[in-house]
Structures are given as C-alpha cells and as structure tokens.
C-alpha cells in the first residue's frame, strides 16, 4: 500500500548551505512545490541571486547570511522565517565542508573547520529551530550526512567522524521526541 504524502505548498522550510550545491537545488525543487523557502549561508551575493530567480517564478524566497558555525546567526535565520511566514515546518541542516587530506598531514585548521561547520552548524540549527517546533507542536529535520557515515576511506577520516556525528545527533533528536 502506497502512503499518501502531505502536501508541501504552503510549508515553510528553513535550509542553510543554500548558496549552491545541493542545498541550492533543494531550494530550488521545493520552491517550485509551492514551500516558502528561507535560505541561508554566508556568499549573500548568490543566496540574493536564488531569491530573485526564485521570486520572478512566483514562489516564496527570503535569504540572511549565515554562518553556521555562529548560533546567533542560525537565531537569527529562523527569527527571519518566524517574522515572514509565521512557523518553522521544517530545518534542513545541510552546510557542510570537506577538505581532504591524510591525518599525517596534520590540517587540523582544516580539522577543526570540519568539525566547526558540519557539527557544531547542525547542532546550532537544532538549537535555533527546536523550541519554534516545539512551541507549534510539530516540525522536521533533514540532518545532510553521508556515504561516509557509514563507509570510511583515507583522506576522509575527519569527515566521516563528522557524519558520524550527524547521524549520532539525528538518531538522538529522533528517540527523545
Ligand atoms: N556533493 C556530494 O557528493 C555529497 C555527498 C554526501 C554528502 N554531502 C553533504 O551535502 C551537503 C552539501 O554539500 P554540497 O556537495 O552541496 O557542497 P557545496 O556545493 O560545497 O555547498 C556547501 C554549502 O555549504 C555552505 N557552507 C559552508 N560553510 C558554511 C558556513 N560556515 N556557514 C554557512 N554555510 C556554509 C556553502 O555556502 P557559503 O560558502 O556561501 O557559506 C554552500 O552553500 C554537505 O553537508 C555535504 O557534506 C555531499
């Protein structure tokens, strides 16, 4: 038997890492169902660029500069979509980083920008979205992990932990809730 979805016209959806990539496609495929979308990450120049496009093709685009790794900025991303559209249906925690490189190289600049953006951003979006969803008595989260959540190869070892994290997060948030 096949479950019918709800409908996504009308919902309000909150994605950071929205300035290109899969975020930037994500944006775009649930504007086109009808979601408002409220996107953030830190390149505004191309978030302003979406929201115009976007706009110009009737759906419901509104942008502030985030940087993830900052919760005042996640704060204030959903203060935004709280002030626009009224609720927070649902978080997409997509910003994330990769660099590569062995552990013997020793990046650890690069470690900590890791651990900074794919871990600590989820979880300031979490703590950014969490009490609006509680308060409306419902919402979504789309934690962005990874292949490497599961599979760990060289040069990614850093990265993976940090997926590993996200799903850690993600199945925690999902058992207390
Ligand atoms: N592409 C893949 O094959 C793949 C596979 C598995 C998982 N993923 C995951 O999918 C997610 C998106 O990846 P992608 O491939 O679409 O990468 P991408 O094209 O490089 O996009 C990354 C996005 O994250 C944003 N970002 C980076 N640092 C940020 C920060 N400090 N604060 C706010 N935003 C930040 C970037 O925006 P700004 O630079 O403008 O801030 C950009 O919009 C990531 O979590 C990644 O780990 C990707």
């Not at 169902?33 to 979406?50: K, N, P």
């Not at 996640?74 to 925690?93: C, F, P, S, T, Y």
């Not at 552990?103 to 470690?111: C, G, M, S, T």
Request: some cysteine.
């Amino acid at each position: 038997m096949t479950q019918q979805l709800p409908p996504l016209s009308g919902k309000v959806v909150v994605i950071t890492g929205a300035s290109s990539g899969i975020g930037e496609a994500t944006a775009r495929l649930l504007a086109r169902q009808g979601m408002h979308v409220i996107l953030g990450a830190r390149r505004t120049d191309r978030l302003e660029q979406v929201v115009t496009e976007l706009r110009t093709r009737g759906g419901r685009a509104d942008a502030l500069a985030t940087d993830v790794t900052r919760l005042e900025d996640l704060q204030a991303l959903v203060a935004l979509a709280e002030q626009v559209a009224g609720r927070v249906d649902v978080m997409i925690n997509n910003a994330g980083v990769m660099p590569l490189s062995a552990l013997e190289a020793l990046k650890i600049d690069e470690w900590n920008r890791m651990i900074d953006v794919n871990i600590r951003g989820v979880l300031h979006g979490i703590a950014a979205s969490l009490p609006i969803m509680k308060r409306q008595g419902h919402g979504h989260f789309v934690n962005v992990s990874s292949i490497g959540a599961y599979h760990v190869s060289p040069t990614a070892a850093v990265y993976c932990a940090t997926k590993f994290a996200v799903n850690a997060i993600s199945e925690g948030l999902r058992q207390e809730q």
